[in-house]
């Protein structure tokens, strides 16, 4: 019987007769990247408006359907056992944390759906400013809302940068409006992307989102809370769990790795001996 080849390129690096260890291999890899981004999540637990990406896998078809060569010579047998897993698209969990009061004026959250906008530069395809749910606010020495972590410029609905007076209080309306001697001066820009798929996590709690999305970005329906944040999405108990179970994934997979290991070497040094 014929052996099938790995799904890894076969034209270019020929057939790999060790089936099973490619499909323990592939198993290893998603293992660790599953891994790497759980423990990510878990170590953002009390990051203030932090979002956890969801890894997720898919089964990856055989040489012949994956590289689309139907002449390629197979065993339909060994193509019933699958190819091992790979990467699908990992996915950013937006479901909102739980709300905190802080007593601080200048910190704000959104309850329900929606983003403050925060200043950037503009590259490439991604628009000139990011978002975020981290409402840590502060005045900078130029009189300009910032965010505290970053010292980026928060935007009001013309997308421009709100400056204040320190010395007077401030309030936050629930639409964003911003008020200081109970009077009007600025309007905080709450936005919301109604496809979250194109949003891409930057650091510092910011997403990017494309040009072409721009045009399907909405007023945000969520309603801004003042002298509260936003506290981590992550489930500090599931995340947990899930790490356990990708690090005992990963443990595994390696083990099948060292048994398919042993087999080769004996059936080189034994059953392949001359008598």
């Known amino acids: 019987m014929r052996s099938q080849c790995a799904p890894i390129n076969p034209l270019r690096g020929g057939c790999r007769l060790n089936y099973g260890m490619h499909i323990s291999s592939s198993g290893a890899l998603t293992s660790m990247y599953r891994l790497d981004a759980l423990t990510n999540n878990l170590a953002n637990v009390n990051t203030v408006g932090f979002k956890p990406h969801t890894p997720y896998t898919r089964q990856r078809d055989v040489a012949r359907i994956e590289d689309n060569l139907p002449f390629m010579d197979s065993n339909a047998l060994l193509e019933q056992l699958g190819a091992g897993v790979q990467l699908a698209p990992t996915r950013i969990e937006f479901t909102q944390g739980s ?11 959104i309850a329900g759906e929606g983003f403050l906008t925060v200043k950037a530069e503009a590259s490439g395809d991604t628009a000139a400013f990011h978002l975020t749910r981290d409402g840590r606010l502060t005045i900078d020495q130029s009189g300009q809302l910032v965010m505290s972590t970053s010292g980026r410029p928060v935007l009001d609905t013309a997308g421009q940068p709100i400056r204040l007076d320190e010395s007077a209080d401030i309030k936050f309306g629930s639409d964003g409006s911003v008020y200081q001697n109970n009077q009007p001066v600025a309007k905080l820009r709450l936005v919301d992307v109604p496809d979250r798929s194109r949003l891409t996590k930057k650091g510092e709690g910011l997403f990017t989102i494309t040009n072409d999305a721009l045009e399907g970005m909405t007023t945000a329906k969520g309603q801004l809370k003042q002298g509260m944040v936003e506290n981590s999405a992550v489930n500090e108990i599931a995340a947990l769990m899930a790490v356990q179970s990708a690090a005992s994934d990963v443990s595994s997979n390696l083990d099948m790795i060292r ?13 392949g001996r001359a008598v």
């Open 99 to 109: 709300l905190s009061s802080t007593g601080n004026p200048l910190d704000v959250a």
């Open 259 to 271: 048994y398919h290991d042993q087999l080769m070497d004996r059936a080189i040094n034994r059953l």
